[in-house]
């Protein structure tokens, strides 16, 4: 788990300097073209916009969020099942302290993690999610928002979301200088000649350029966070399908959040404002499509560590990189699902589950056991010659004498 | 010149050294945290039980056994002073009679209505899953630990500082391997 945390953060690491980089460019260029020699003082300017916001953003960040997604703060006696579930995921998750749970009235369901660091995380859950998941479900969720916790997603996703914002701003603020001011300074300095039309035209490109770029790497970023907390939690919970039944629930209902606004959308679980738009998940999307996730999910069959996550991501999107980390999966190991939803002998679920079993026979059911565990139970009329498992994609053929 | 590059090399090699001790050292004290952390839980469930036995007497007078068999399981997993696997035993001879506890209450619907008795059942199987959860996370953290002890280049590092192998906290309950079933 430190590994790819490491892994995590030095990958952080890269864009963040390289969004750094994009945002000292602009600066600079923008300043040279308004008024040549002011350079310096462009970035200096960029610098400081950019130091104001992250200073806000790291030790006020979490309180502005919750307060614009109203959300409020429980005690353990007001939902003691949520608290459990927190409690636990943290402990699986190995946080030094559980997060603080947060309650959103509204009906729609999500959840989202914020917080600087572990020591100050917080989770918040909407009222809808509470009503809309059981147990299982709802473990998988807390478990994937403290996945983000676990990695440090919160800050650097903060950080990257500072920058960007800093150079969709001074892109503005240069775009307006230039169409209302720009004329001017030009004729007052004729002297600067080919130099600065050179600079003009580079700003013009780079203001055009920069914040698009920079939307694109915050996207892919957040994309990728969003799989590698799906990661977590099955590894976590030891129970992908959790997280899986979970996601198809919350894709199913169709109440919007009314409190989610472009800029808070990525930090949920489920693309708030992409409800009801399903597959539509593309390069302008902070959240992978939902559909590819419960796929990837539900064909972990019975592992639940890293590596099959990452084998199932690439099984099911068909890229040949996955999404873990190279350092983190060298060390990562395969791990068996538990199941805390598997019955106990002798408990009332399995009795019942005999039962049927009995019936399904009496109809001439035909029963196939998967290697994952998975037992495949189908009609004798069912005509086909072969059939795959709903779990791991294994493919079974069908022997004509057991039809 | 050959000097210099010798010297290079010898800081090279001992910060390599100094970072792999480090992991160690690390994972060695990850898996102390973790095994704190199922102690706490386990001392939380010791404290729960009496609550419960308590709150289930006056409606379960028939089950007597039962209610034996776990009075009796707590003792024995709170007088038990040996090793990782000791514990692990007599704390999973506890859970299983505890299940056994919360199966028979099906068959006792005034209790099954009883607030103190749900608020209890809720705090003791999330205690439960608190219990199998750090035992996750502390197995996870020996296996790194002992990885990296039998695994070369670590483990020269490992064996020269008489680094030692984790015990697993191991579940004998065979109903918790049991694979699930898909019906359609």
Known sequence: MWELVRANQRRAATLVVLMAALLFVLGYTLAEALAPGAGAGGLFVACLVWLGLTLVSYYQGDSIFLALARARR??????????????????????????????????????????????????????????TLDRDELQGVVAHELGHVANRDVLYMMMVGVMMGTIVLLADIGGRTFFWGGGRRRTSSRSGGQAQLIMLIVAIVLMILAPLVAQLIYLAIS????????????????????LASALEKISHSTAKLT??????????????????????????????????????????????GLRNYDEAFRRVTGRPVGVVPFRALASAEQRTAVLPGAPQAGSRLERV?????????LNEYTFVACACGTTLKF????????????????????????? | ?????????????????????????????????????????????????????????????????????????????????????????????????LR??????????????????????EELSSTENKISFARQYYNDAVMRLNNKIQMFPSNVIASSFAFQMEKFFEVEATAERQAPEVKF
């Open chain 1, 379 to 403: 009609p004798g009329a069912y005509v086909g010659r072969e059939i795959a498992c709903p779990h791991c994609g294994t493919v079974h053929t069908i022997q004509p004498s057991a039809a």
């Open chain 2, 1 to 97: 010149m050959i000097f210099l590059a010798f010297l290079v090399v010898v800081v090279v090699a001992a910060l390599w050294v100094m970072g792999m001790y480090n992991g160690l050292v690390r994972s060695r004290n990850e898996v102390r945290n973790s095994w704190g952390q199922i102690d706490v839980q386990l001392k939380r469930r010791h404290d729960l039980i009496p609550n419960l036995v308590e709150a289930v007497k006056g409606y379960m007078g028939h089950e007597r056994n039962t209610l034996e068999a776990v009075t009796k399981a707590r003792q024995q997993a709170i007088q038990v002073t040996g090793d990782v696997a000791e514990r692990a035993k007599a704390e999973n001879l506890l859970s299983q009679t």
């Open chain 2, 100 to 121: 056994s506890l919360f199966a028979v209450a099906e068959a006792y619907p005034d209790l099954k209505a009883n607030q103190n008795f749900l608020a209890l059942q």
């Open chain 1, 353 to 361: 589950r005999r039962t049927t079993d009995m019936l399904w026979r």
């Open chain 1, 223 to 242: 994309r990728r966070r969003e799989y590698l907390a799906d990661a977590s939690s099955a590894m976590y919970t030891r129970y992908p399908d959790g």
């Open chain 1, 259 to 304: 409190v989610a606004t472009r800029a808070t959308a990525p930090m949920y679980t489920v693309n708030p404002l992409e409800v009801g738009q399903r597959g539509l998940a593309d390069l302008s999307s902070t959240h992978p499509p939902i559909s590819e996730r419960i796929r990837i999910l539900r064909s972990m069959g019975a592992g639940a």
């Open chain 1, 74 to 131: 429980i005690e353990k006696r007001d939902n003691a099942v949520l608290f459990n579930v927190v409690e636990e995921m943290s402990i699986a998750a190995g946080l030094p302290k559980p997060p603080d749970v947060y309650i959103i009235d509204e009906a729609a369901p999500n959840a989202f993690a914020t917080g600087r660091d572990p020591q100050h995380a917080v989770v918040a859950v909407t009222a809808g999610l509470l009503e």
